[in-house]
């Protein structure tokens, strides 16, 4: 897939990133290579193949779902600047 002028300049002024005209036609084949790249791992066969949380075949380790721990909020709130009834105050930001 080619990427022309165009479409670099669109993207980085999108992304917010200065891009002189002397950088856009590199740009522009560099990203055409991702794009390819892309493109190829696209075509490769994966059925059969189960989502993966790891690279190591390793069951996750669990923990007991169980409250270890709280039943102390007023001490939690009691460096905050404002608060009332053990919730932490804030200013009003939105209108």
């Known amino acids: 897939m080619s990427v022309d002028a165009t479409t670099v300049r669109r993207m980085a002024q999108l992304s917010r990133i200065a891009v002189s005209d002397d950088e856009v ?9 991702i794009l390819a790249f ?3 791992l696209a075509q490769v066969d994966v059925t059969g193949v189960g989502p993966m ?9 669990m923990r007991a779902d ?14 905050a600047p404002a608060a009332e009834d053990n919730f932490f105050l804030v200013p009003k930001v939105v209108e």
Do not use: C
């Open 53 to 61: 949380t790891s690279v190591s075949d390793q069951p996750m380790r």
């Open 25 to 33: 036609p590199a740009l522009a084949q560099e990203i055409g290579s």
């Open 66 to 79: 169980e409250v270890t721990d709280g039943g102390y909020a007023a001490r939690i709130v009691a460096n």
């Open 38 to 40: 892309v493109e190829q």
